[in-house]
């Protein structure tokens, strides 16, 4: 299986910067793309971005030009700086990544545990 695990997660100012870290381990085969989705109380699970090995990059709108998605392919790891932060980024971030394992070969979704960020004053 695959496992992945977020850190870098906080309390920060409004106006203020955070970054989160995600490793992805376990008996992978392939990894096609990796990405960051978050899930404020009492709404859906939102896309944040996503980057796939290869350079492209994907931003939800609300975040476009204040957080940057990178990674590095050979460590399986993806990065997600957040910048001028809001109050309404305030959520569990989840990790996510898109492969295969040695043992499951059909690519699927896999998931971390999440990560919570608070924006406040």
């Known amino acids: 299986q695959v496992q992945l695990v977020e850190s870098g997660g906080g309390l920060v100012q409004p106006g203020g910067s955070l970054r989160l870290s995600c490793v992805a381990s376990g008996s992978i085969l392939s990894i096609n793309d990796m990405g960051w989705y978050r899930q404020a109380p009492g709404k859906q699970r939102e896309l944040v971005a996503t980057?796939?090995?290869?350079?492209?990059?994907n931003y939800a709108d609300s975040v476009k030009g204040r957080f940057t998605i990178s990674g590095d392919n050979a460590k399986n790891t993806v990065y997600l700086q957040m910048d001028s932060l809001k109050s309404e980024d305030t959520a569990v971030y989840y990790c996510?990544?898109?492969?295969?394992?040695?043992?499951?070969?059909?690519?699927?979704?896999?998931w971390g545990q999440g990560t919570q960020v608070t924006v406040s004053s």
């Open positions: 996510n990544a898109y492969g295969s394992s040695w043992s499951v070969r059909i690519p699927r979704d896999y």
């Open positions: 980057i796939i090995w290869g350079g492209n990059t």
